[in-house]
C-alpha cells in the first residue's frame, strides 16, 4: 500500500506560483514526515486513517481492526485500548488524511482506482464514494461527525456477551492452541453447541476430545441457548454484564 516518495517531484497545477515565491519557501524531503504520515503496521502510507482515542496513535483502519482481532492494546505504546471492545474506542480522523492525500500525489486517486477494481473483480456493486466524490455530500457528512461515533457499530441481534475462561484439561488431552479470544458477542439465540464449535474451531481441538461447558454450578446441554442458560441462572452466571462460561477438555467415557 504504500507508495514511492513523490517529495522533489513536480506537478502541473503549480505553475501559478512565482519564481520568488518559491525559492523563499522551505522545501523539505516527503521522508521527514513519514512518522505523521504511515501506519506503523503496514509501514504505507495512512487510508482511512483512523485514531485511537485513548492514545492519540493513528493508523490505517483495515490495519487497527484486523490487530484488535488479536490484541486489546495499541500497537505502538501498548495501552488497553478497550477491556473487551477496543472498536469501540477508535474514531476515523479525516482531517489527518485530507492532509496524508494532499502531500502525497495520485494516493487518492490509486485508491480509488484499486477500490473500483476489487469490487468489480468480485462482481459487487462499487461503493458511490468510491467513484465520485462531490464536495456537498462531504460537507454534510463531516458536520453530522461532529458527536463522537463507534467506527465499529454491533448488529443488534448479537445481545449477549460472552465470557469463556478455560479451566484445564484432563491428562492424556494435548496439542491444543490457546483460547486467545475470551470475549465474545453472540446472539442470544446461539446454542451451547455453537459455543463448543467456535472452541474446537479456535482451539484447533481433535474429534476424539470432548468439551464440557458449565455455567456456574450447572453442566450445560448443547441444546440449551445462551438466552435461556441467561434468564434461568440469572445475576450469578454475570460478571460486568458478561454470561461467564466455563469450558474444559475432556475425553469422552467408555461404557
Not at 493513528?58 to 490487530?67: D, E, G, Y
Not at 473487551?84 to 492525500?101: E, H, K
Not at 441467561?230 to 466455563?246: I, K, M, P, T, Y
Amino acid at each position: 500500500m504504500s507508495s514511492p516518495p513523490y517529495g522533489r517531484r513536480s506537478h502541473e497545477g503549480s505553475t501559478n506560483i512565482s519564481d520568488s515565491d518559491s525559492e523563499d519557501e522551505p522545501k523539505l524531503p516527503l521522508n521527514q514526515f513519514y512518522p505523521y504520515i504511515r501506519c506503523a503496521l503496514c509501514c504505507g502510507f495512512l487510508i482511512d486513517a483512523t485514531t485511537i482515542t485513548e492514545c492519540l496513535h493513528t493508523f490505517c483502519k483495515s490495519c487497527i481492526v484486523k490487530h484488535f482481532f488479536y490484541s486489546n492494546r495499541c500497537p505502538t505504546c501498548s495501552i488497553i485500548v478497550h477491556q473487551t471492545q477496543p472498536l469501540y474506542n477508535i474514531r476515523p480522523d479525516r482531517q489527518l488524511q485530507d492532509i496524508v492525500y494532499k502531500m502525497v500525489p495520485f494516493l487518492e486517486e490509486s485508491e480509488r482506482e484499486q477500490m473500483c477494481i476489487f469490487y468489480k473483480e468480485r462482481g459487487l456493486e462499487v461503493p458511490k464514494t468510491a467513484v465520485v466524490s462531490s464536495p456537498a455530500p462531504v460537507v454534510r457528512r463531516q458536520k453530522k461527525d461532529n458527536i463522537p461515533q463507534s467506527v465499529f457499530t454491533i448488529p443488534p441481534e448479537l445481545d449477549v456477551s460472552l465470557l469463556l475462561e478455560f479451566v484445564g484439561a484432563e491428562e492424556g488431552i494435548s496439542n491444543y492452541k490457546p483460547l486467545e479470544r475470551r470475549y465474545v458477542r453472540v446472539s442470544g439465540e446461539a446454542t451451547v453447541r455453537h459455543v463448543e464449535l467456535f472452541i474446537r474451531r479456535k482451539m484447533e481441538l481433535s474429534p476424539t476430545c470432548q468439551v464440557d461447558v458449565v455455567c456456574g454450578d450447572h453442566l450445560l446441554d448443547h441444546y440449551q441457548s445462551l438466552k435461556d442458560i441467561q434468564s434461568s441462572v440469572g445475576e450469578e452466571a454475570l460478571q460486568d454484564g458478561l454470561l461467564v462460561l466455563h469450558f474444559g477438555l475432556v475425553l469422552p467415557s467408555q461404557i
